[in-house]
């Protein structure tokens, strides 16, 4: 998807400031943070949101939890965090690649 911005992020063609990455899954810092820790995860395929998966999608979806996980752990969250995950413009989706917000502050 040429006009996504997270496929362009994932590409490398945008800059973004990044806490992991392999071959399936990218994370890196939200530009507008809401919280001390702000992070999304996302997958590197596009995938619009979670109203196009299916059963096949399932090892990559559990991938970007336990992911979000890592990472979290990472950065201090150790008293817990919110993960949010936005599906569809009445769900408050804005950017239609789909992604796993973690928010929260490190103890
Ligand atoms: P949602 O689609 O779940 O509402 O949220 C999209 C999130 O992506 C927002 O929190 C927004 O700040 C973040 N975002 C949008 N564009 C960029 C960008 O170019 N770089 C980064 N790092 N985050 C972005
Ligand atoms: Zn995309």
Redesign the pocket.
């Known amino acids: 998807m040429t006009d996504c ?2 496929c362009k ?1 994932a590409h490398g063609d ?1 800059p ?2 990044k806490l992991y990455e392999d071959d399936d899954v990218l994370a ?5 943070p ?1 919280a001390p820790v ?1 992070f ?1 995860v996302i997958p590197k395929r596009h995938i619009d949101s979670l109203f196009v998966v299916d059963d096949s999608d399932a090892p990559l979806l559990g991938k970007l939890m336990v992911t979000a996980s890592k990472l979290a752990r990472e950065q201090g969250l150790s008293e817990g965090y919110k993960t ?3 599906t569809g413009e009445a769900g ?5 690649h789909l ?1 796993v ?1 973690v928010l929260g502050e490190a103890a």
Do not use: C, N, P
């Open positions: 911005i997270f992020i945008i973004s400031s890196f810092h939200d530009i507008h809401k702000h999304l949010i995950v936005h408050g989706q804005e950017v239609f992604h917000h």
